[in-house]
């Protein structure tokens, strides 16, 4: 199929292309991304020479340059990743969450519309179901949506529209609401990166609270092989959750962090909790392993472990990211060789 990846440069929308590129040699992929600060081309290094992954900066509130591109490639499939996606920068600004999660959601359905698109599969996430009591029965898909903070609104809006769409123009939609993703990649903004370089630098670890939050943590590349399932089989309107169900706490998160990169727990900092902290987030995610056949492939223990040993491994690519030196990329490496103007 001819398949078109939005927020395909960042964290979980690259994972998403390099596993399609495994997985399906012959399919050709449009990976379009703005490159906002998350977005970040040398997570796609290795398709560089691929002849059928095409990048195109474009942002998805585009919508006529959007048409454009589906019409031209002929896309069969839309996977919208795109989004802002950091909570803690949506209570300081909601404005791009808007922009982005909503309007570009909406705009990008009416793009998908008009060029016939045979589906279109929206990454939306757990937090639009609101927060759990310690000992509360987890979501599942018929759970109202109950969002407390200002990014996970975004993707509740941006929900209702994919809904819309299906019910109100025929529009074949699924939606996929994932936990936690942790892995290869992630930008250092988010907990498990950013607690796995402030531990190798021997730095203090900043932990919300009495960080006694609860998540449910999954791989990237197996969330990546659930949307996958989705894309190929998922019933058109339908919702899927999908989980690990495997939660920790956040401060037994960070301890296990610091016992991989041989440090001890005197570099934790309880800091004062943001504004409207959820305290847990569980989901019952039976639908897509019962109608799809899907299951999580990676235990947490050893994709932690993997994870914390790749950005030992990649202090070049973390680092490119501290210093922004990562935004020089798309100039020397696809502005130049494709002849277009500098960002």
Request: contains cysteine; neutral net charge; glycine residues 8%.
């Amino acid at each position: 199929m001819n398949l078109l990846v939005t927020g395909g440069a960042g964290f979980i929308g690259s994972a998403y292309v390099r596993m399609a590129r495994r997985r399906w040699p012959d399919d050709p992929i449009v990976n379009v991304d703005a490159l906002t600060y998350a977005g970040n081309l040398q997570n796609l290094r290795d398709l560089e020479s691929d002849r059928r992954h095409e990048f195109v900066r474009a942002d998805i509130r585009d919508g006529d340059a959007l048409l454009r591109l589906m019409r031209a490639h002929g896309i069969e499939v839309v996977v919208n990743f795109a989004a802002e996606s950091h909570v803690d920068r949506s209570i300081l600004s909601v404005d791009p969450f808007v922009d982005t999660n909503v309007a570009g959601t909406v705009r990008l359905l009416e793009a998908a519309r008009a060029a016939g698109v045979r589906r279109f599969v929206q990454i939306s996430t757990d937090e639009v179901y609101g927060t759990l009591p310690p000992t509360g029965t987890p979501f599942d898909e018929t759970s109202p949506l109950a969002p407390r903070n200002p990014y996970a609104a975004s993707k509740a809006a941006a929900d209702g529209f994919v809904m819309a769409f299906h019910h109100t123009h025929g529009v074949d939609t699924v939606i996929a609401r994932c936990a936690n993703n942790y892995g290869p990649y992630q930008f250092p903004e988010k907990l498990i990166p950013l607690m796995i370089l402030n531990a190798f630098d021997g730095q203090p670890l900043p932990v919300y609270g009495d960080g006694l939050q609860v998540r449910d943590w999954i791989h990237v590349d197996d969330h990546c092989e659930a949307v996958d399932a989705i894309v190929r089989g998922g019933q058109s309107g339908a919702i899927y959750n999908i989980n690990a169900s495997d939660e920790r706490r956040n401060l037994d998160v960070v301890r296990a962090i610091l016992r991989l990169a041989g440090r001890d727990e005197s570099l934790i900092r309880h800091v004062p909790d943001r504004p409207g902290h959820d305290r847990r987030y569980a989901m019952n995610a039976s639908r897509i392993r019962d109608d799809l056949g899907w299951r999580p492939r990676r235990a947490f223990d050893d994709g932690l472990a993997e994870t914390v040993a790749w950005y030992r491994d990649n202090r070049a690519w973390t680092e490119a990211v501290r210093s922004g030196a990562y935004r020089d990329y798309y100039q020397r490496q696809y502005a130049a060789r494709l002849g277009a103007a500098p960002p």
